[in-house]
């Protein structure tokens, strides 16, 4: 699933020509389609039902639910992010009350990090702070759905590339 973007002030700017409403609604109609399949998006590893990216989603479509009031796509956009965000909370929410990487898998990623920083949920939301905590908490060995495919690789720092390193 990809997350689609634009906001209020974009709107508000008079960014958003007919051409972008066209690209959000298709987007929008991929999310509402495909939402319920597993994929592997642009950065994951296998085809699964990721919950930062079904996360992302939710942000993406409540954006565009709040750029497009007095459009006909608000108000489907709204019910849309519900019910994204109603299928993550049956399906991977951790007993615990974190969020878990996927359904079948209950570890902690640090992309569980990002809903609130991309508006699917408030900062203060207690499953997302939760999931920070846990990250915290096993921070050597927490991993990225990028990390690997078979194993869990401690994170680390990237290697900045010379032509970027400070003199």
């Given amino acids: 699933m990809a997350a689609c973007c634009c906001s ?8 958003l020509d007919e051409g972008h409403w066209k690209a959000v609604e298709i987007a929008v109609r991929a999310i509402a389609d495909r939402r319920r399949q597993p994929d592997a998006g642009i950065r994951e590893l296998s085809d699964r039902l990721w919950t930062h990216s079904r996360l992302s ?13 007095r459009r006909p796509l608000g108000d489907p956009c709204t019910a849309l992010a519900d019910a994204l965000l109603d299928a993550v909370e049956r399906t991977c929410l ?8 996927t359904p079948d898998d209950p570890s902690v990623d640090t992309a569980l990090l990002l809903p609130g920083v991309r508006g699917a949920l408030p900062a203060t939301d207690p ?9 915290a908490a096993n921070w050597p060995t927490t991993t990225s759905a990028t990390a690997s495919a078979t194993t869990s690789v401690p ?5 900045v ?7």
């Fill in 8 to 15: 209020p002030a974009d709107e508000r700017h008079g960014r």
């Fill in 127 to 135: 499953r997302t702070r939760a999931a920070s905590s846990r990250a």
């Fill in 57 to 69: 989603c939710v942000a993406g479509v409540r954006a565009v639910a709040a750029a497009a009031p």
């Fill in 94 to 101: 951790h007993p615990d009350s974190h969020w878990q990487r």
């Fill in 161 to 167: 590339p010379s032509c970027c390193a400070g003199s």
């Fill in 155 to 159: 994170w680390k720092r990237p290697r």
